[in-house]
């Protein structure tokens, strides 16, 4: 993918392999540095990206339905359920124990939006006072490639990235 003024960039598409980018995971047992093809790249992984933590549609409607689905998505097959947001290790962490999800969810602190802009699914918020952020978003990986991917075409918007889509991708065969 091209970096520079003018230059092109591919949203992951099915069949792409996880980018390597060095993040944040914070999980049960703390906050740790890796690598996101190590947290994406092991087992049937469903990954949802979010604009903000704490962010009105984040808050209230993304997060929570994936939190109310976890046991249902892991009987269907997950192996990993992944929220990564473009925010510090300190606020997704704060996010992730108000909202008692880090037995559910593992989550991605993706601070300079590195990851976000390695898939392309990122946005200039820069209007908003938000700068880079992630699009709200989701995917399923298997062994590190992409096998789905939905993007909102509109903010504020929870369909194609909600839990219950990415429910029925699960039990869609893989083209």
């Avoid at 690598?35 to 549609?57: H, Q």
């Avoid at 300190?90 to 991605?108: C, G, P």
Wanted: aromatic share 4%; charged share 20%.
């Amino acid at each position: 993918m091209g970096e520079g003024k003018g230059a092109v960039r591919q949203m992951i598409h099915p069949g792409d392999t996880v980018p390597a980018v060095p993040v944040k995971l914070v999980d049960a047992e703390g906050v740790h540095d890796v690598s996101s093809a190590d947290v994406l790249g092991a087992g049937r992984v469903v990954m949802f990206t979010v604009p903000g933590a704490f962010t009105p549609t984040c808050h209230l409607s993304h997060l929570p339905g994936y939190i109310a689905a976890a046991a249902k998505l892991k009987a269907a097959g997950a192996d990993r359920i992944v929220c990564a947001t473009v925010n510090d290790r300190h606020v997704v962490k704060a996010w992730a124990e108000q909202t008692d999800s880090l037995d559910r969810i593992d989550f991605i602190a993706d601070g300079n939006a590195a990851l976000a802009r390695a898939m392309g699914l990122d946005r200039d918020m820069s209007p908003s006072q938000m700068g880079t952020r992630f699009v709200r978003a989701a995917a399923v990986f298997e062994n590190g490639i992409a096998r789905h991917v939905f993007v909102e075409d509109k903010a504020g918007q929870v369909t194609g990235s909600g839990a219950a889509a990415i429910l029925m991708a699960l039990s869609a065969p893989v083209m």
